[in-house]
């Protein structure tokens, strides 16, 4: 299958630098490893410039990787190789079943007969990969296969925002999937049991993803059209602030009078509202078992007493997703900045992590 894409579930060499590209930032980490172990080398959360990026669509790659190439130098990352994501609308993800009895060469040759099945555009213009998930939990007779697609021109410019920033893409994989792989840690970190069914909630700037984990496999994902910048418009519509001004959270810096009651409630409520139908729609498409814990992730994760709000309202615990509460630090990591910055990596680390796959 396609030469860069085929490599979205296969291992890539050590170390990786995770890039995660958003709609209002890009997030960088790069990890190493001892034994069973990581640590952090060096991290960094870039800006991008308004329109650069738009609901995973990377409309401006140059503008994209000069953030890239901020960030590299601000972390004092030296590593070349990088691992990014596709995410939004660029990438179609299903979960079909095929016989068991299938060797791995009949089942892609079976994807790519069916593949017009499952993808609305020509083959020619897409790149495709699939992984073998295991037996179907309703017919043993039948094998579980997650297919990922995205038009090859998605693929190619995520590689090329890559290369302007001197950097080599070895990996390009999934949002909900390097998600998924950095949960290893969340669980960790939290004392959560391998079976458990547990979603996650990734609080982007203006698209969230709801991702639902039954122990490393991901077994649902759906995109809700809310985020945090909705915040960010709210401040700069209420104090005439641009929008760097009005990220003042992110920087953990101290809010105008009033903001509490009169901007950050209703946009916590309106956000809590959102999540409730989220659960609901996996709880209404889904087989499989309620959610015990959500966890959430991104920049939006951050508003201050959301989780608390959330899983009050809800009826589950909620907790604020932190992969690297387990991980050592690099001496030279500055703690305050990585504090702020901590489930905004979320993707970026997940992405980090396939150097070690």
Request: overall charge negative; some cysteine.
């Amino acid at each position: 299958m396609n030469e860069l894409f085929a490599k979205l579930f296969g291992s890539a060499p050590a170390p990786l630098v995770g890039v995660d590209i958003g709609t209002s930032s890009v997030k960088l980490i790069q990890l190493s490893a001892s034994g069973n172990s990581y640590r952090v080398e060096g991290f960094a959360v870039e800006p991008v410039p308004e329109g650069a990026v738009s609901e995973g669509v990377i409309a401006e790659p140059e503008q994209v990787a000069e953030a890239v190439k901020k960030g590299l130098q601000r972390a004092g990352i030296k590593a070349k190789n990088c691992a990014l994501a596709v995410t939004g609308s660029a990438v179609i993800t299903k979960v079909i079943n095929l016989p068991a009895d299938l060797s791995e060469d009949d089942i892609e040759g079976q994807i790519e007969v069916e593949a017009g099945q499952y993808i609305p555009y020509p083959r020619e213009e897409v790149s495709l990969d699939f992984e073998v998930l295991g037996p179907s939990p309703r017919n043993a007779d039948l094998l579980e296969i997650l297919l990922a697609a995205s038009k090859t021109e998605h693929v190619d410019v995520r590689r090329e925002v890559a290369e302007l920033a001197g950097l080599t893409a070895t990996v390009v994989d999934v949002e909900a999937y390097a998600i998924a792989n950095a949960f290893q840690l969340v669980r960790k970190g939290a004392g959560i049991d391998d079976s458990e069914t547990v979603g996650v909630l990734n609080i982007g700037s203006t698209v969230s993803t709801m991702i639902v984990l039954r122990g490393e496999r991901s077994i649902y994902s759906r995109e809700h059209g809310f985020g945090g910048h909705q915040l960010v418009e709210e401040c700069m519509r209420r104090y005439g602030m641009d929008a760097e001004q009005a990220s003042f959270l992110q920087r953990g810096e101290e809010p105008p009078a009033g903001f509490e009651d009169e901007v950050l409630e209703p946009f916590r409520q309106n956000v809590i509202q959102q999540i409730s139908r989220a659960l609901q729609f996996y709880s209404s498409s889904s087989d499989y078992s309620s959610i015990s814990t959500l966890f959430l992730t991104g920049g939006g994760a951050s508003i201050p007493g959301l989780a608390e709000a959330v899983g009050n309202e809800v009826g589950i615990s909620c907790e604020v997703a932190d992969p690297l509460k387990e991980l050592r630090l690099s001496p030279k990591i500055n703690t305050r900045e990585l504090d702020q910055a901590r489930p905004a990596l979320t993707t970026a680390c997940g992405l980090a992590l396939r150097g070690f796959d």
